[in-house]
T-cell receptor, first 113, second 116 residues
């Protein structure tokens, strides 16, 4: 099955600076990579996703890059704001013909005022 | 559109007791998932349904966990008997497409289970 590694586990940045979270995956057949944001006590919510036929996708201050050769993908948040503080999870399909997700362990992003 | 509905929101039981969780997916969504999220970790897939058939239950502890999806709509997840390590948030998610290829999964608010 798929194995997803996520780093760092905690990231503290000054408001207005950029934040980068990195993930690696093991299954070269994986073709879909979503990122979820989870605020304390709330449900995970999709913030951006990328499919294996593109190398980069951007949505306002958020971007995701994918390197299929190296089997890693990254989340980039620019001009960080206090409301960006949350736990972020990367994920990839678990494999075996199904599309349930294998999640990373999460990154706690802290935006310092 | 209405989101994924789950109940109850919270449940406290003693070890060796039984518990059941209910999920109603977004209308028209063929695929339903149950995840277990232990505090401080990412969600872990337990089971995936496509309509009322099981697609993947490889990580479901079948000696104590069971799940069904009646008529391809609502689903229930049961634990019998519960252990201390089952304390977690149980998340239900649904997506609109059949098969593989990666489609957006929408999560419910979850049921927080505490086993004492």
């Amino acid at each position: 099955g798929e194995n997803v590694e996520q780093h760092p586990s905690t990231l503290s940045v000054q408001e207005g600076d950029s934040a980068v979270i990195k993930c690696t995956y093991s299954d070269s057949a994986s073709n879909y990579f979503p990122w979820y944001k989870q605020e304390l006590g709330k449900r995970p919510q999709l913030i951006i996703d990328i499919r294996s036929n593109v190398g980069e996708k951007k949505d306002q201050r958020i971007a995701v890059t994918l390197n299929k050769t190296a089997k890693h993908f990254s989340l980039h948040i620019t001009e960080t704001q206090p409301e960006d503080s949350a736990v972020y999870f990367c994920a990839a399909p678990s494999g075996g013909g199904a599309d349930g997700l294998t999640f990373g362990k999460g990154t706690h992003l802290i935006i310092q005022p | 559109e209405a989101g994924v509905a789950q109940s109850p929101r919270y449940k406290i039981i003693e070890k060796r007791q039984s518990v059941a969780f209910w999920c109603n997916p977004i209308s028209g969504h063929a695929t339903l998932y149950w995840y277990q999220q232990i505090l401080g970790q990412g969600p872990k897939l337990l089971i995936q349904f496509q309509n009322n058939g099981v697609v993947d239950d490889s990580q479901l502890p079948k000696d104590r966990f069971s799940a069904e999806r009646l008529k391809g709509v609502d689903s229930t997840l049961k634990i019998q008997p519960a252990k201390l390590e089952d304390s977690a948030v149980y998340l239900c998610a649904s997506s609109s497409h059949l098969g593989t290829g990666g489609y957006i999964q929408y999560f419910g608010a979850g049921t927080r289970l505490s086993v004492l």
